[in-house]
């Protein structure tokens, strides 16, 4: 038999007030615990003096979060600092090794995989060419293919946070399923297809979003940019304070289709005129070249019909860089494959970029990938990173258990 005691004054059970009340103080210690883990990423080597003036919580609740976090493994002491009279304080700081999360990148003609820690520091990297096929026995193969690459890292299952998915197209606002992929050619993908095989949680988005995420990350005192993802297929990320900006549909930064000329050239969405269509690496590596390596080495020993064309390409360019920084305004990240490339030609495309601007501005807002093809794998790592210090709350999927 169950009693319910209620209060003279109320119909409402008291043990309910006490459970809601229990429970609002759970919320709130772990939106302090959220609050110092976020402080100490930014800041090594703090104490808990400092932490609890900058934060504005009381000292007993601070030093009782660094134990709980000590306990976890997740801060470790580093020594002491100078005093100004009594005991040195002591200087705490995260344990950047005491998680890690995996990335992978599915695309066209490749898996790429990575493995980063809490700092963003990638521990392990690796490209894998396999072809993309809408079929269980692919899927399963890039769940094996996980399954190596993380025990080769030598990582715990209870140290890994969870998978970031990074897929190249539209996925819809609920991050559940692929709306349409060009270069993979499929139409209403579930992500739980793909995670169904990973044995741990999954998150998923799209490839040049993610790519946009590690970008910024890696720039300090930059929190809000632009992303601009070239390879294959021509894509883009805004990113606005350190969060990816989607739109009402899930389509922000699809600036590969953004017309740059009224009835021009036939882009692989099928439409005329789009960036990619003129913007995309195919376009430089054609029927007479293998890659882009094979382009570049063959610009750099002169060959007039590179330097032509190269010279073509860069005018399209600096017209979809000019119209995307005239919208924004803010820094501009450029990625994907043609960013190993381009920074030696910078003179020439900054010079392009002042003939056209409106205002007068030196394209100081520009800059290049610090990750290359690794960004949009990392950048899907950084989902759980994210999640972890509480700055993103999307949900997974859930862990397959078979």
């Not at 900006?245 to 930064?253: D, I, Q, R, V, Y």
């Not at 030696?344 to 100081?364: A, I, M, R, W």
Request: aromatic fraction near 10%.
């Amino acid at each position: 038999m169950i009693f319910i005691e209620y209060s003279l004054s109320h119909t409402t059970p008291i043990y309910i007030h006490k459970v809601g009340a229990w429970m609002n103080s759970l919320n709130i210690r772990a939106v302090n615990r959220k609050k110092v883990l976020n402080y100490l990423y930014e800041n090594r080597d703090a104490t808990k003096q400092i932490i609890s003036k900058s934060l504005n919580l009381s000292l007993p609740t601070v030093s009782f979060i660094l134990r709980d976090l000590a306990d976890l493994g997740l801060v470790t002491q580093t020594g002491t600092l100078k005093s100004s009279g009594g005991r040195k304080p002591v200087a705490i700081t995260l344990n950047y090794n005491a998680k890690y999360s995996a990335g992978i990148a599915v695309t066209q003609n490749c898996i790429r995989l990575a493995v980063i820690n809490l700092g963003e520091e990638i521990i392990k990297y690796k490209n894998i060419n396999v072809c993309f096929e809408n079929t269980d026995a692919y899927f399963a193969k890039l769940a094996e293919s996980l399954d190596r690459f993380l025990r080769r890292c030598k990582i715990d299952q209870e140290q890994l946070l969870g998978v970031g998915i990074a897929l190249p197209g539209l996925v819809t606002t609920d991050k559940r399923i692929l709306e349409y992929s060009p270069t993979l050619q499929i139409h209403r993908l579930p992500i739980q297809t793909i995670a169904h095989y990973i044995p741990y949680p999954v998150l998923a988005d799209n490839e040049a979003n993610l790519a946009g995420l590690a970008e910024i990350w890696h720039i300090n005192d930059v929190k809000s940019a632009v992303f601009l993802s070239i390879n294959k297929g021509v894509g883009g990320a805004v990113v606005i304070h350190n969060k990816i900006f989607s739109g009402a549909n899930g389509h922000a930064g699809e600036f590969g289709h953004m017309t740059i000329v009224k009835d021009g050239l036939t882009c692989s969405c099928g439409k005329k005129g789009c960036l990619e269509a003129y913007c995309s690496t195919n376009i430089l590596t054609d029927s007479h070249f293998s890659d882009l390596e094979n382009f570049f080495s063959a610009l750099v020993l002169g060959n007039r019909y590179c330097i032509e064309k190269w010279n073509r390409y860069l005018d399209f360019l600096a017209v979809g860089i000019n119209n995307i920084h005239t919208i924004f305004d803010c820094d501009l990240i450029i990625g994907g494959e043609i960013s190993k490339h381009l920074p030696h030609y910078t003179d020439v495309l900054n010079q392009k970029l002042c003939s056209l601007n409106s205002f007068g501005e030196q394209p100081n807002y520009l800059h290049y990938s610090k990750y290359y093809d690794a960004a949009s794998a990392v950048g899907a790592a950084l989902l759980f990173i994210n999640r972890f210090l509480g700055t993103e709350s999307a949900p997974d999927f859930p862990k397959n258990k078979q």
